[in-house]
Every structure is written in structure tokens, then in C-alpha cells.
């Protein structure tokens, strides 16, 4: 939400609003979509290195794996 906050300041230090932040939250671009190679590196090495869920302490399975959407 920095982005808004930037952008209110910068148009002459005014009081942020929802407009600033619907705008920043419109320009959040997903991992998956800006490093997809980084993304399947990391689900192919997840379950090599004993990934583990961190709610659960519990190591993942490979169906696990797959459904996580990054």
C-alpha cells in the first residue's frame, strides 16, 4: 500500500484515499506471473528439501505441492 500512500503524497502531500489504494492494489502483479521459472524451481525443489508446512509442522506431500497457487 506504500504505492498509494507515494502517490497521495506526491500529488501535493494530500490525505490518502481510497482511490490511491484501489489503484496500487490494481497494479499487484502475482509471483507466479512475474518469475514463473523461479516459481517451478521452487515447487520441484520443495519436496527434495522436505518442505514444510508451517501451520502444521509437518512435512508436504507432493499432492499438497501441486495445489499450492503462488
Not at 490511491?20 to 520441484?44: F, H, S, Y
Request: proline share 7%; glycine share 8%.
Amino acid at each position: 500500500m506504500k504505492e498509494g500512500i507515494l502517490g497521495a503524497f506526491e500529488d501535493g502531500r494530500r490525505p490518502v484515499r481510497t482511490e490511491d489504494l484501489t489503484r496500487a492494489l490494481g497494479a499487484i502483479r502475482p509471483l507466479a506471473r512475474v518469475k514463473p521459472n523461479e516459481i517451478e524451481d521452487l515447487r520441484r525443489w520443495a519436496p527434495e528439501a522436505l518442505a514444510i508446512d508451517a501451520n502444521r509442522g509437518v512435512p508436504l506431500d507432493a499432492r499438497e505441492l501441486r495445489s499450492l497457487e503462488l
